[in-house]
């Protein structure tokens, strides 16, 4: 069964950074699409960023274009979530998740998810 665990969360200032990591196992994620995804208290869970499994595709939700960058190292079974500028409305449980095929903006095309990790922006 497939496992994907967060972590690099935490509370940082309005302007600052951090670098989410999603660690995955449990079998090979050859083909798969990996996503960021977050939610905020009350709201839906909306899209972050995808990649795909060649990383030659990358997709981003406009509110986080040129801020955030996504990444992944196949060798590693990793993906990072690097986060600069960071507002106080970027502060949500951050999901990982992964699907087999091409990228994608919809969290119910997405088959695995980890537990999340939070991230919160003081003003």
Known sequence: QAQLVESGGGLVQAGGSLRLSCAASGRTFS????????????????????????????????????????????????VLLQMNSLKPEDTAVYYCAARLGLDSRWPYQYADWGQGTQVTVSS
């Not at 709201?43 to 030659?56: H, M």
């Not at 509110?63 to 990793?78: E, L, P, Q, W, Y």
């Open 31 to 78: 083909g798969y699409t990996m996503g960021w995804f977050r939610q905020a208290p009350g709201k839906e869970r909306e899209f972050v960023a995808a990649i795909t499994w060649n990383s030659y595709n990358t997709i981003y939700a406009d509110s986080v274009k040129g801020r955030f960058t996504i990444s992944r190292d196949n060798a590693k079974n990793t």
